[in-house]
């Protein structure tokens, strides 16, 4: 597995992006997709050149179907997306998930790098890593998701010839692993039938996601995850100290006879605690 997942990531670090295939059973896969054909059928299409007039989108995928878990903690997916985002975070962070449904008819979608949400310097480090779970086969033809392959490497690109990008044929069960650097998009449907896919990204655990994690999925909810997954979704601290509540992990919040008063108690990094520790050493010895 070690072996796997090391090439694997090499792969999305050297060409941007990454295809497992048969990464879960298609049965699961098509199980998920029935049960939110009735939330496909309920939602509007989006408004805005951006998501696409022809195409319908929704979040909170992990209330809608409680199977999205399966792929939100895939471990292999996650293996590859902390290989490329830990280098600059403590823990990664579920930054959305999405089903998408994208209608015969539709434009190409503005190619675009989802790391640009964030308005920080680029190039340096990486925001997060994208993973498409295709529900209907991903061709050309119906708009499957286009990619530029080693646009990561340069931010500055944008203006990218269509011929220079690559549309993956993707089946259901396959995973499209991709940087949030990698200049994407939606491609423009000519088939005659909608095809859907699923959205999940993980981002560095210190940024504000793009679906805020801990108003979609409020501890009423969250208590029905496992501990890994409500950890994922923001029920953790992000050392040092960063998204407490009342100065502890908000994993409290999970809890069922939570006080109404609480101490603080750090959370720290081994070399922030090392800094403490002596700190205080040195403060006690000159009292002594």
């Known amino acids: 597995m070690s072996a796997r997942i090391d090439r694997e990531s090499a792969a999305l670090a050297r060409d941007g992006y990454c295809i497992l295939e048969r990464a879960v059973d ?33 979040g909170a995928l992990l209330r809608r179907s409680p199977d999205v878990a399966r792929l939100v903690m895939h471990q292999r997916i996650l293996a590859i997306a902390e290989s490329a985002l830990l280098p600059w975070c403590d823990r990664i962070a579920l930054n959305l998930t999405q089903a998408i449904e994208i209608h015969p008819g539709a434009l190409p979608q503005l190619p675009h790098r989802d790391q640009d949400m964030w308005a920080r310097p680029k190039g340096t480090l990486e925001y997060l890593v994208n993973v498409m779970w295709p529900l209907d086969p991903f061709t050309r033809e119906n708009g499957g998701t286009r990619l530029w392959p080693g646009s990561h490497v340069d931010p500055d690109l944008v203006d990218l010839d269509e011929a220079e990008a690559i549309v993956p044929r993707l089946s259901p069960g396959d995973a499209l692993v991709f940087l949030g650097s990698t200049l994407h998009g939606g491609g423009r449907n000519s088939s005659l039938a909608p095809r859907r896919g699923i959205i999940v990204s993980y981002c560095l655990g210190w940024l504000k996601p793009f679906e805020l994690q801990w108003l979609v999925y409020p501890p009423a909810i969250a208590r029905g995850f496992s501990p890994e997954l409500a950890a994922l979704v923001g029920y953790a601290q992000h050392r040092p100290n960063l998204g407490n509540v009342e100065g502890q992990c908000p994993s409290i919040l999970l809890r069922g006879d939570l006080p109404d008063c609480l101490p603080a108690v750090d959370a720290l990094r081994p070399d922030q605690e090392a800094a403490v520790a002596a700190f205080v050493r040195g403060q006690m010895g000159e009292m002594g």
């Open 26 to 58: 298609p049965a699961l896969v098509a199980g998920i997709n029935a049960g939110l054909d009735s939330r496909f059928g309920a939602t509007p299409l989006c408004q805005g050149g951006f998501y696409g007039a022809r195409t319908k989108r929704f």
